[in-house]
């Protein structure tokens, strides 16, 4: 495999780029990164277009991929144009640097070392609601209302019939029901009366009456 023969410059350039619309996606306004993002961008294209390595057509589709965020930014919508935006973006430039398989190296470098970035700074920065609606912030917590299982302490102190023999968990029958449970590391064989002695979130303890 061959190094990567695109100019570090350029790979940098793409980087702070990248990184400038990870920040705009995060934070949903313009500030100095964003700013930096677009000078980059202008010596980014500036360069390529005095060059002749890209024409109207690339800078015009990176253009397009920007106010695709930009919308996503003010509509509520699910993402798509902001999907669409990334995805113009990333082919206009690997069109710039050539288009070939140097071209993807390169940008899946510049693409690295600015998530690398955007890791080291995205606590510190505010959420728009583009960020909100595609990072997961929700936790199910019991303060909420949120229960994985409930909880059976109305059956401590209740007794039953051991329905499968106890090694040390089997299941018992409780009010008619049948539970399953766990002994106090004893076995306990089938037909047995025993006693619920503990409740400790889903597990239900019992001993042999």
């Given at each position: 495999?061959?190094?990567?023969?695109?100019?570090?410059?350029?790979?940098?350039?793409?980087?702070?780029?990248?990184?400038?619309v990870?920040?705009?996606?995060?934070?949903?306004?313009?500030g100095?990164g964003?700013?930096?993002?677009?000078?980059?961008?202008?010596v980014?294209?500036?360069?390529?277009?005095?060059?002749?390595?890209?024409?109207?057509?690339?800078?015009?589709?990176?253009?397009?991929?920007?106010?695709?965020?930009?919308?996503?930014?003010l509509?509520?919508?699910?993402?798509?144009?902001?999907?669409?935006?990334?995805?113009?973006?990333?082919?206009?430039?690997?069109?710039?640097?050539?288009?070939?398989?140097?071209?993807i190296?390169?940008?899946?470098?510049?693409?690295?070392?600015?998530?690398?970035?955007f890791?080291?700074?995205v606590k510190?920065?505010?959420s728009?609601?583009?960020?909100n609606?595609?990072?997961?912030?929700?936790?199910?917590?019991?303060?909420?209302?949120?229960?994985?299982?409930?909880?059976?302490?109305?059956?401590?102190?209740k007794?039953?019939?051991v329905?499968?023999?106890?090694?040390?968990?089997?299941?018992?029958?409780?009010?008619?029901?049948?539970v399953?449970?766990?002994?106090?590391?004893?076995?306990?064989?089938?037909?047995e009366?025993v006693?619920?002695?503990?409740?400790?979130?889903?597990?239900?303890?019992?001993?042999?009456?």
């Open positions: 495999m061959d190094v990567v023969t695109i100019p570090a410059l350029q790979i940098l350039l793409l980087a702070i780029m990248f990184l400038a990870l920040v705009e996606i995060k934070t949903g306004g313009m100095a964003v700013l930096l993002g677009l000078v980059a961008a202008a980014f294209w500036g360069s390529q277009y005095v060059r002749g390595l890209v024409d109207l057509y690339q800078i015009a589709m990176f253009l397009a991929g920007i106010l695709c965020i930009v919308f996503e930014m509509m509520p919508t699910i993402g798509l144009l902001a999907g669409v935006g990334v995805a113009a973006m990333l082919y206009s430039v690997v069109l710039a640097l050539g288009g070939d398989i140097q071209a190296y390169a940008m899946l470098i510049a693409f690295v070392v600015s998530i690398a970035g890791a080291l700074i510190r920065l505010p728009s609601r583009l960020w609606k595609v990072v997961l912030k929700d936790q199910s917590e019991a303060a909420r209302g949120y229960v994985s299982t409930t909880p059976k302490h109305e059956l401590l102190g007794e039953g019939e329905l499968s023999e106890l090694r040390p968990s089997g299941a018992v029958l409780l009010d008619g029901v049948p399953d449970v766990i002994s106090e590391g004893a076995f306990i064989p089938k037909g009366k006693r619920v002695v503990a409740v400790e979130g889903v597990r239900v303890v019992v001993r042999k009456v």
